[in-house]
Nanobody, 115 residues
Framework: QVQLVESGGGLVQPGGSLRLSCAAS????????MGWYRQAPGAQREWVAS???????VYADFVKGRFTISRDNTKNTVYLQMNNLKPEDTAVYYC?????????WGQGTQVTVSS
């Protein structure tokens, strides 16, 4: 099993920045990829970005150039740096871990972009 704990959400004005963190524990050596998803009120959960264990990063079109996913293997932590935030980025952001045996989710962290 894998446990994921997110942090770093909050309220920010349009154009501002936030950095989300996701600390992983448990069977981390079985993880194939880590990612971030988000879910706005009344909407379905959508994929934001992924960082496979083998390397590289992948982003949804609506965050390209604004968000950056990265990881610190020494801390078993994945980050999502979010710049130039827009009101439409308001959502609960979830960390995700993909394993051959399935996937795990964090509890989510609220990001609100509002003036």
């Amino acid at each position: 099993q894998v446990q994921l704990v997110e942090s770093g959400g909050g309220l920010v004005q349009p154009g501002g920045s936030l950095r989300l963190s996701c600390a992983a524990s448990g069977s981390i050596f079985s993880i194939n990829a880590m990612g971030w998803y988000r879910q706005a009120p009344g909407a379905q959960r959508e994929w934001v970005a992924s960082i496979p264990t083998r390397g590289g990063t992948v982003y949804a079109d609506f965050v390209k150039g604004r968000f950056t996913i990265s990881r610190d293997n020494t801390k078993n932590t994945v980050y999502l740096q979010m710049n130039n935030l827009k009101p439409e980025d308001t959502a609960v952001y979830y960390c995700n871990a993909q394993l051959l045996a399935g996937q795990y989710w964090g509890q989510g962290t609220q990001v609100t972009v509002s003036s």
